[in-house]
C-alpha cells in the first residue's frame, strides 16, 4: 500500500551565497601573500620603516606565502560560514507543524494553532486564531523562499507586511496611552535589548501578549513600537472610571467591564 509521506520544506540561507563565501576565501589569501614583499619594501622605501612581523613574512619566499595565504583564507571562509550557519534561522515547514532553530534553541507550532504567516520586514511571524504571535523570529534568509514553501506546504501566507501595520506605533515613555506597569515593562525591555540579551527580551515580549500588548522592534531610531492584542483592548486599561461630561451634579455614566477584558482569549492559558 503506497503511502503519503509529510510535506516537509526546509528554509536556510542560501546555498550558493555559502558558496560564494567559501569560493573567495582562497585566492583572497592568495592575493595576501602575493603582496607582503611588495608592501613591506615600500613601506621602507617610503616611511623607512615596516611592522615587524611583516618584514619576518617578507623573507619567507613568495611561492610559499601564496600557498600559505591560499591555505589560511580558505580556513578563515570555513570558521566564517560555520558561524554564519549557527546564527541564521533554519525553518522547516512541515505538514503538521512549523519548526524554528536559531542560536542552538528550535521552537515547534503545530499548524492548527497557526492563523496567519508573514515577514515582518525580515521576522518571521506566526499568528494564532485570538492574534497573539505564536512565534516572532529574525529569518532573513529570503521572503520568496519562505513565501514558496509556506504556499505549497498550504499555510495561510500573508505576504511580507504585517497586515496590522496600521496599528503599530512608536514606544515613546511615559505617555498617557499605556499604564505605568507597561511602560516599566518596555523600559526593561529595552535595557535587555540593549545589553543583547535576547531571551530576557524575548520573555517580556511574551509578558506584554499576556497583559494585550504586542511589540515588535526596529531600528535604534524607531526602537520598540507597540499595539493592542485586539481593537478593544484599550478597555482593559481604563480601571478608573472617566470623569462625567454630564452637567448634572453627582451623575457619572455607569460602566461596565468588557467581557474581552476581563475573560481569558483563547490560547493565553
Not at 515613546?172 to 515593562?185: F, N, S, V
Amino acid at each position: 500500500m503506497k503511502t503519503t509521506e509529510p510535506v516537509h520544506f526546509r528554509v536556510r540561507i542560501s546555498s550558493v551565497l555559502l558558496g560564494v563565501i567559501l569560493a573567495i576565501g582562497p585566492p583572497v589569501g592568495a592575493a595576501l601573500g602575493f603582496l607582503v614583499a611588495p608592501v613591506t619594501h615600500w613601506l621602507l622605501d617610503v616611511i623607512d620603516g615596516a611592522p615587524g612581523p611583516l618584514r619576518l613574512l617578507a623573507l619567507i619566499p613568495t611561492p610559499w606565502l601564496v600557498g600559505g595565504g591560499a591555505v589560511a583564507g580558505l580556513l578563515v571562509v570555513m570558521l566564517l560560514v560555520r558561524q554564519i550557519l549557527r546564527e541564521t534561522t533554519v525553518v522547516d515547514v512541515g505538514a503538521d507543524a512549523v519548526t524554528v532553530h536559531r542560536d542552538e534553541t528550535s521552537t515547534y507550532v503545530e499548524r492548527v494553532r497557526i492563523a496567519a504567516v508573514f515577514v515582518d520586514p525580515h521576522d518571521l511571524v506566526l499568528v494564532g486564531s485570538d492574534e497573539r504571535e505564536l512565534l516572532r523570529r529574525d529569518a532573513d534568509i529570503g521572503s520568496r523562499r519562505l513565501a514558496a514553501a509556506f504556499q505549497a506546504a498550504g499555510y495561510p501566507w500573508a505576504g511580507d507586511r504585517d497586515p496590522q501595520e496600521h496599528r503599530f506605533r512608536p514606544w515613546i515613555d511615559g505617555t498617557p496611552d499605556l499604564p505605568a506597569d507597561i511602560h516599566e515593562i518596555l523600559r526593561q525591555r529595552g535595557r535587555e535589548l540593549r545589553d543583547k540579551n535576547g531571551d530576557k527580551a524575548a520573555d517580556l515580549r511574551e509578558r506584554l501578549q499576556d497583559l494585550g500588548v504586542i511589540v515588535r522592534d526596529r531600528t535604534a531610531r524607531n526602537g520598540q513600537q507597540w499595539r493592542f492584542l485586539t481593537d478593544h483592548d484599550t478597555t482593559r486599561f481604563s480601571k478608573l472610571p472617566k470623569r462625567s461630561t454630564d452637567p448634572k451634579a453627582g451623575k457619572h455614566p455607569s460602566t461596565t467591564t468588557p467581557r474581552s477584558a476581563c475573560s481569558p482569549q483563547a490560547g493565553d492559558t
